[in-house]
C-alpha cells in the first residue's frame, strides 16, 4: 500500500475503511469560513488571496480529517483568467458578461489575462506544503460545458435555453468555445499539477441537461481530450470525472473518457455502479447531501447501504453533490467517524 488511501483507491485498490473526502467540504456551512469571508472581500478576492484560500482548503481538515484536501477555488476562475468579468452576488450566484457570438469569442484570450489568476498555483503549492503526506490534495476544474454554460447564459440558468440554442444553432462556432475551453482547461490544470496537486477533478455539473448525441459532442469528447493530453504530460497523475446527471451515460464516461475515477450524483444506485462501472474505474460517491442536513440514524443508514455496495470494489466515499450551507458540521464530524470503523 501507498502512504495516501486515495490514491491507492484511484490504483484500483480496495479498502475495509473507504477513504472519503466531501464535496465542498469548504464554505458557508463552517463558522471559521463565514468569518474569514467576511474580512477577505469579494468570493473572488477570496479564491485569488494564497492565505486566505490556503486557510480555506485545511479548515475542513482541521475538523474532520478527510483523506483529502481540494484546492478552495471556483471553476469560473477559467473564464475570469480569459478575460471575462466574473462577480458572485448574494442570494444570485455567479454573474458574468455574456459571450453569445463569434465577437464575444474574439476577445478571449489564453495569454492575456491568465496572470490574474496566477495565484491559485501558489495556493496549491502553500497547501501541499502544509498538508500531511497521508493526506492527497486535488486540484479542480470545471468542464468546457459546464463552465460554457456560465459563459454564454452569464448566470446559472433553469433551463439552458442560451447555450443550447447557441450550441445547436452555430454548431461549428460553439465547438470554437468548447475548443479554447479544452486549451484552457488543460493549462490550468497541468499548473496546478506542477505546484504539487496529487489528483484532478473535473466537474461537469450540467451534463445531463443534454441530448445523446451532444453529449457525445460537448461532454465526452473534450473531457477525453482533456485527459489524454493530461495522461501524456502527467503519466502518474490522476483523474476523477463528475459527469452529474448523465444516467446511463455514466457507462459511456466510463469507457471512453479515460479517467481513472468516476463520481457518481444522488440518483445513481450504488448497486447499478458496482455492477456496471468498477470494473472499469474507481466510483466515487454518494450520499445525498440533504441527509447530511438531516443527520441521526437515516444518515448512517444511508451510509452503510452505500459502503456495502461499493466497498467491495475501487471506492471513495463522497456525496453525490456538494455540502449545503445549512449542513450542521457536527454531522459531518459524525459521517467521518462511521466511515473510519470497519463495517460488521
Ligand atoms: O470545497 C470545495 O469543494 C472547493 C471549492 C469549490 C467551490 N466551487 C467554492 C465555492 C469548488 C470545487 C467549486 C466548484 C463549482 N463552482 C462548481 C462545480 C461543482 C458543483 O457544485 O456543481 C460550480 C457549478 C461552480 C459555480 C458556482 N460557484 C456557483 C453556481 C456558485 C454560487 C452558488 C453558491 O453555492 O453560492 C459558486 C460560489 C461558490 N463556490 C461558493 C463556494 C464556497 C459560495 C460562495 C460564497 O462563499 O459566498
Redesign the pocket.
Given at each position: 500500500m501507498g502512504e495516501k488511501p486515495l490514491i491507492d483507491s484511484l490504483e484500483g485498490k480496495t479498502a475495509e475503511c473507504p477513504p472519503f473526502w466531501f464535496?465542498?467540504?469548504?464554505?458557508?456551512y463552517l463558522s471559521e469560513?463565514r468569518e474569514l469571508?467576511s474580512r477577505t472581500g469579494s468570493?473572488i478576492d477570496l479564491c485569488l488571496n494564497r492565505a486566505a484560500s490556503t486557510e480555506v482548503t485545511l479548515q475542513?481538515i482541521r475538523r474532520f480529517e478527510p483523506d483529502a484536501a481540494?484546492?478552495?477555488?471556483?471553476?469560473?476562475i477559467v473564464p475570469y483568467g480569459l478575460g471575462m468579468d466574473v462577480r458572485?452576488e448574494?442570494g444570485k450566484?455567479?454573474i458574468l458578461d455574456a459571450v453569445c457570438d463569434a465577437k464575444g469569442l474574439n476577445k478571449l484570450s489564453i495569454d492575456k489575462s491568465w496572470s490574474r489568476i496566477e495565484s491559485t498555483y501558489e495556493t496549491v503549492a502553500s497547501v501541499k506544503s502544509q498538508l500531511d503526506s497521508d493526506k492527497t490534495l486535488i486540484g479542480?476544474s470545471?468542464a468546457p460545458w459546464?463552465v460554457a454554460t456560465?459563459m454564454v447564459e452569464g448566470k446559472?440558468s433553469k433551463d439552458y435555453a442560451a447555450v443550447k440554442g447557441w450550441a445547436y444553432r452555430e454548431t461549428e462556432e460553439f465547438d470554437r468555445l468548447i475548443n479554447l475551453l479544452v486549451v484552457a482547461t488543460i493549462k490550468h490544470l497541468s499548473l496546478q499539477i506542477d505546484a504539487g496537486a496529487d489528483v484532478i477533478k473535473i466537474?461537469d455539473?450540467w451534463a445531463g441537461v443534454l441530448s445523446p448525441e451532444e453529449y457525445q459532442r460537448w461532454v465526452i469528447r473534450p473531457s477525453f481530450e482533456i485527459c489524454s493530453e493530461l495522461k501524456r504530460r502527467y503519466p502518474d497523475v490522476k483523474i476523477i470525472g463528475f459527469p452529474?446527471g448523465v444516467g446511463v451515460g455514466y457507462l459511456d464516461f466510463a469507457n471512453k473518457v479515460g479517467v481513472d475515477g468516476v463520481a457518481i450524483d444522488t440518483s445513481v444506485p450504488p448497486e447499478w455502479a458496482a455492477e456496471f462501472l468498477q470494473n472499469d474505474v474507481t466510483v466515487q460517491g454518494n450520499l445525498d447531501p440533504i441527509v447530511l442536513i438531516e443527520g441521526g440514524d437515516r444518515m448512517i443508514d444511508q451510509a452503510r447501504k452505500i459502503r456495502k455496495s461499493l466497498q467491495s470494489g475501487p471506492f471513495i466515499f463522497n456525496l453525490g453533490?456538494?455540502v449545503l450551507p445549512a449542513t450542521p458540521v457536527e454531522n459531518l464530524i459524525k459521517l467521518a467517524e462511521f466511515l473510519r470503523v470497519p463495517l460488521e
Open positions: 464535496m465542498r467540504q469548504a464554505g458557508r469560513y469571508r468570493f475542513p481540494i484546492l478552495f477555488s471556483d471553476i469560473l458572485f448574494e450566484g455567479p479542480f470545471g459546464t456560465y446559472s466537474f455539473t452529474k453533490h456538494g
